[in-house]
């Protein structure tokens, strides 16, 4: 079955640390997508990164980036230099090639991250 | 434009009501999803529409029904809801492309209390 797993519930950091937020996924397909959102408490899902199951080279993104092991089915993100604004929930999501259409998701139960100054 | 564009984004309403949540969008995506996301839990699918047709209902109850107009809007239909209906009701779409992986795109949401 399919499912994504978020450990971490909440995360306090202060301004200027690096913070890792941890995601590990169960899928049967071999071929997949992973995501990160960020939803702000204004409520939207804003779209951060997404990684392919046949592509680990893993990348830097700005002050994102991310740690793609399938041999772990882990899916890991990293904020460097965290700011207050990045403060939110972060989800991990899974999507499936099988799927019926487009990209349906999958959501872990969301990590809070709270960087104070 | 790449944006998706929910309305209303409050909304009150009576166990008796009838009302429509509503969501546009204008990229040119050929599939569209409606979720619900609870407090401090994270979103679950309801439905998907792929080319304006129903391709996914994740078991939802009747009182929720969707429909698709057009490739650009997506409705959810509300009736005889329950308070424990209340939530924030995403909207979402995504290029129907199996071969281009993207991103699906969220609106800011709808938050409805059933009163």
């Known amino acids: 079955a399919q499912k994504v797993t978020q450990a971490q519930t909440e995360i306090s950091v202060v301004e200027k640390e690096d913070v890792t937020l941890d995601c590990v996924y169960e899928t049967r397909d071999t071929t997949y997508y992973l995501f990160w959102y960020k939803q702000p408490p204004s409520g939207e899902l804003v779209f951060l990164i997404r990684r392919n199951s046949f592509d680990e080279q893993n990348e830097i993104s700005g002050r994102y980036s991310w740690n793609f092991q399938k041999s772990t089915s882990s899916f890991n993100f990293t904020i460097t230099a965290s700011q207050v604004v990045d403060s939110a929930v972060y989800f991990c999501?899974?999507?499936?090639?099988?799927?019926?259409?487009?990209?349906?998701?999958?959501f872990g139960k969301g990590t809070t991250l709270s960087v104070s100054s | 434009d790449t944006e998706v564009t929910q309305t209303p984004k409050h909304l009150v309403m009576g166990m008796t009501n009838k009302k429509s949540l509503k969501c546009e969008q204008h990229?040119?995506?050929?599939?569209m999803y409606w979720y619900k996301q609870k407090a401090k839990k994270p979103p679950e699918l309801m439905f998907v529409y792929s080319y304006e047709k129903l391709s996914i209902n994740e078991s939802v109850p009747s009182r929720f029904s969707p429909e698709c107009p057009n490739s650009s809007l997506l409705n959810l239909h509300l009736h005889a809801l329950q308070p424990e209906d209340s939530a924030l009701y995403l909207c979402?779409?995504?290029?129907?492309?199996?071969?281009?992986?993207?991103?699906?795109?969220f609106g800011q949401g709808t938050r409805l209390t059933v009163v």
């Open positions: 979402a779409s995504s290029p129907h492309d199996r071969d281009r992986n993207t991103e699906a795109f």
């Open positions: 990229m040119g995506h050929r599939a």
């Open positions: 999501a899974l999507s499936e090639w099988g799927n019926q259409a487009g990209t349906a998701l999958i």
